[in-house]
């Protein structure tokens, strides 16, 4: 009744009571939201430039010398990145070979083999292992992991392969502390694997299931679903989903400080200690003075560099996936 | 999937024995699959009993109403810390959440389709996963080095850079989720595009957006490596300008986890046991918000 009264009401009586938006918020909000867009590729813009400047004093006196030299000696001030880029790709690397296995197979599990009411909490326990804080797998490996690796691996490993040719340079360890470049990569494994298991996942989700159907019908075993279906379909967007572990795994920095043992030269073993390009930033940055911080930057740049290229040829082949 | 093999025997074709190899491998795979799978669960579990074993005997009402201590002094601590990494923690988000939702907003509304748009998303996500050190660098060669001095501003600073990448991918995500009706209906009552979005698009979208501010707050809360070169870190309650080191729970926690000194230990257990079981709770709290709002 009396929402009939005001229909009729309302042309003549209240056209002005409506609020009527001025033009200029809408160009404002317009331009304030651009700009902030355009604030996304001024940072990255800002991070190369930076790098580049802060460390252009330490490329400018060594030259290309800072890529191959191995030698860190803050006394003379001489300083080679060699030993962390090594060290960088070896963790990466270890972490790969652990990571990606686990992470595929964690990946099958969630798609094809868990019952459909366990699959919501297993997925989200992978996640959490996400969320958990760098500091603290640095603090799980520091703590508990070293010490169980020094005694149950460490020891007996060195002991058997001493004297042996390749395998006794690669796997003898000098100082069986536990801390070193094969213990670093063993974390990082865990801290990349819930990042390649949920894009994996998602690629496999979004597989159309009727491909999966007809080979059901024909005959073939979840196995052969897997191996021969879904794997070459969603074949390129894994290897995406495994350069963005690697990725994460190169610029890692609180865990890798804790267990890698943070030595400047070059060791062949996996078992001795090494450091890497962000351990030894995250190391040494706070003390450091005049060439030996441009040093530090100018290991940071090259540390965005590579993980800049294996970023962008991650994202290009994961580009269809949603999340991240 | 029941479908898969039928369990007729059929004792005279050649294909029995070759049946049996593959459903070897198949069962092998799935052992395989499912042990990788419980693995990686037994570690989380394993990380969280050890932070519940260690750090419970360290929380104490001390804990959060004392400083830090200095070194070899006895008792302290965490209060400074925690309340530091809370007003860090929520600068970064104060810094991002704007730049985020609207850059978000620019990508999904304005921008959509346009070459511009699809770089910036590009840029937004190698940003995502960029390594969180080199954020704290650059912030260092920006805000510290310049102005002589670490400060809670650069600190903040740096969180909120990687915040942003973080609200701009679930903002945009949330608001592509957004039927196109809506905003037109938003349209033909004569609404301008400015208008539409922030109270039509932006409402629908509102519950995921929040979430997507709730996980960049889970994943600045527990960093470390740009804290180290911004904030840094001290034994006293912060100056309420941010000027000079703020005292935060992650640089505390690695800078006592391996001193010689046992209070300063226990305090870091603490510490951890605290920082670790705020950003699981965000992070559940945040994926409820997902899960009730589909």
New interface residues.
């Given amino acids: 009744m009396t929402a009939a009264t005001d229909m009729t009401s309302i042309p003549g009586a209240r056209p002005v009571a409506r609020k009527t938006p001025k033009a200029g918020f809408d160009l404002f909000f317009r331009n304030a939201s651009f700009g902030a867009a355009l604030l996304v590729l001024v940072l990255l813009a800002g991070i190369m430039i930076s790098m580049i400047i802060g460390g252009w004093p330490a490329f400018r006196e060594f030259g290309l010398g800072f890529i191959t030299s191995s030698v860190w000696d803050t006394q003379n001030e001489q300083y080679g990145a060699w030993p962390a880029i090594v060290g960088t790709l070896s963790t990466a690397l270890i972490a790969l070979v652990i990571g990606v296995p686990l992470s595929l197979g964690i990946a099958v599990y969630l798609t094809q083999l868990a019952p459909a009411w366990f699959k919501k909490p297993v997925a989200t326990a992978i996640e959490l292992l996400a969320a958990v804080p760098s500091i603290i797998y640095g603090m799980w490996g520091l703590f508990v992991f070293v010490p169980l690796f020094a005694a149950n691996v460490q020891i007996p490993v060195s002991n058997i392969v001493e004297g042996m040719p390749i395998l006794g340079t690669i796997l003898y360890s000098r100082s069986p502390s536990g801390l070193g470049i094969f213990t670093a990569g063993f974390i990082l494994a865990f801290m990349i694997v819930p990042f390649i298991a949920s894009i994996t996942r998602d690629m496999l989700e979004q597989i159309p299931s009727v491909l999966r159907e007809s080979a059901y019908g024909i005959g073939a075993t979840t196995w052969e679903v897997v191996r021969h279906v879904l794997v070459p379909q969603a074949g390129v967007s894994i290897i995406g989903a495994i350069m963005l572990g690697l990725g994460r795994a190169l610029g890692e920095t609180m865990a890798v400080t804790f267990v890698v043992g943070n030595a400047n030269r070059l060791s062949a073993s996996i078992l001795d200690p090494g450091s890497t390009i962000a351990s030894r930033i995250a190391n040494e940055f706070n003390e450091a003075m005049g060439l030996q911080l441009n040093a530090l930057i100018a290991l940071g740049c090259i540390l965005f560099f590579v993980t800049f290229v294996v970023l962008v040829i991650a994202r290009l082949l994961v580009a269809r996936v949603k999340r991240y | 999937?029941t479908?898969?093999?039928t369990p007729r025997e059929l004792p005279h074709t050649p294909w029995g024995r070759v049946r049996q190899s593959?459903?070897t491998?198949?069962r092998?795979?799935?052992i395989?699959?499912?042990?990788?799978?419980f693995?990686?669960?037994f570690?989380?579990f394993?990380?969280l009993g050890?932070?519940l074993v260690?750090g419970i005997g360290g929380l104490s009402l001390a804990t959060f109403t004392a400083v830090t201590p200095g070194p070899g002094t006895e008792g302290g601590g965490l209060a400074n810390a925690i309340v530091g990494s809370f007003v860090l923690t929520f600068l970064g988000i104060a810094i991002a959440t704007?730049?985020?939702?609207?850059?978000g907003?620019?990508?999904a509304?304005?921008?959509k389709g346009s070459q511009l748009?699809n770089?910036?998303r590009?840029?937004?996500?190698?940003?995502?996963?960029?390594?969180?050190?080199?954020?704290g660098?650059?912030v260092y060669?920006?805000l510290v080095e310049p102005f002589r001095g670490y400060s809670g501003w650069a600190g903040g600073v740096a969180l909120g850079?990687i915040a942003?990448?973080v609200i701009?991918?679930t903002t945009e995500?949330m608001l592509n989720l957004v039927p196109g009706p809506l905003r037109e209906a938003g349209a033909a009552l004569g609404?301008?595009?400015?208008?539409v979005?922030?109270s039509v698009t932006w409402r629908a979208a509102k519950a995921g957006m929040v979430t997507g501010i709730l996980l960049a707050l889970?994943r600045i809360?527990?960093?470390?490596?740009p804290l180290?070169?911004t904030a840094?870190n001290n034994n006293f309650w912060f100056s309420p300008s941010l000027a000079g080191g703020v005292s935060n729970l992650?640089v505390t926690?690695?800078q006592f986890?391996?001193a010689p000194y046992e209070n300063w230990q226990q305090l870091?257990?603490a510490g951890?046991l605290i920082?670790?079981i705020s950003?699981?709770l965000l992070?559940?709290i945040a994926?409820r918000i997902v899960a009730g709002g589909k």
Avoid at chain 2, 124 to 129: A, E, T
């Fill in positions: 999937m479908m898969t093999t593959r459903r491998a198949d092998l795979m799935k395989i699959a499912t042990a990788f799978t693995c990686a669960i570690v989380l394993w990380i050890m932070l260690k704007p730049i985020g939702v609207l850059a907003t620019w990508l509304e304005y921008g748009a770089l910036i590009f840029i937004n996500d190698i940003l995502l996963s960029a390594p969180s050190i080199l954020i660098l650059f060669v920006i850079i942003i990448p701009v991918r995500d609404a301008p595009p400015s208008v979005i922030t889970a809360a527990g960093e470390t490596a180290l070169f840094l992650p926690i690695y986890a391996s870091a257990w951890s920082i670790t950003i699981l992070s559940i994926r």
